[in-house]
């Protein structure tokens, strides 16, 4: 693995890069907020002893709904030794957290939260790459709870996206959270493999995206690969 000062756009920066990505996601997703990688700046990493590699990196990541930009600074651990550990993250951003979107998630919060017609969904985007507008906040939220697989799954070797939610299930709402099956297909673009994993998420403007159980489908050799979409 290269050490020292890194090529921005070579893959080993932005692997790191991605990784922060999805941190961020895991903090401050939602519905109507999910942030991409932007641009990276520059990037260094280092061999630390009995511990791992360790990434600095000087990106910009975007929000994708609001196109709001942020410049961050990131420090990133990948955990050395036997067995696979989620990278630890840290990450301060500037500007990325500007755009205002309370009134969105309480408008679609107390949508869901008081329907009786309980919301579904699949093939989001379709083999076409379309989507209506109606269900873009399931996908949005769906991209932000595979942040938390991909978060945990990532090392130096990966680099994942999510490429379809193949489908979702709005279920009752329990202690003011909104509950949702979701079944996605993420794509790990260094081994072109499409991976299926169902997971339990749970959202609320105050509480925020949080995924209760995941599990990993078995492989399916002979599905279609989902449309080309970039997260």
């Not at 020292?4 to 990505?21: D, E, F, I, K």
């Not at 990131?74 to 067995?83: D, H, K, N, T, Y």
Request: charged share 15%; hydrophobic share 35%.
């Amino acid at each position: 693995m290269t050490t020292g000062v890194l090529n921005p756009s070579h893959y080993p920066a932005r692997r790191a890069a991605t990784v922060v990505q999805h941190y961020l996601n895991t903090r401050y997703g939602s519905p109507y907020r999910w942030i991409f990688l932007s641009t990276v700046h520059s990037g260094s990493a280092e061999d630390v002893a009995e511990m791992g590699r360790k990434y600095q990196l000087e990106l910009t990541m975007q929000e994708m709904i609001s196109n709001v930009s942020g410049r961050c600074s990131a420090e990133l651990l990948f955990p050395g030794g036997e067995g696979q550990s989620a990278p630890q993250v840290q990450a301060s951003c500037e500007g990325l957290h500007q755009s205002n979107t309370t009134a969105q998630e309480e408008a679609f919060y107390q949508q869901h939260r008081a329907s009786n017609n309980l919301a579904s969904g699949n093939d989001i985007p379709d083999s076409y790459g379309h989507m209506e507008p109606s269900v873009k906040p399931f996908w949005q939220l769906g991209g932000v709870a595979s942040s938390f697989i991909m978060l945990r799954e990532s090392n130096e070797s990966t680099l994942y996206n999510m490429a379809q939610v193949a489908n979702f299930t709005q279920l009752e709402t329990e202690k003011d959270q909104l509950r949702f099956n979701y079944h996605v297909l993420l794509h790990e673009m260094i081994s072109q493999e499409i991976i299926h994993w169902k997971l339990l998420v749970t959202w609320s403007p105050a509480q925020g995206v949080q995924v209760l159980q995941t599990e990993l489908q078995p492989k399916c050799r002979h599905c279609e690969a989902p449309p080309n979409t970039t997260n």
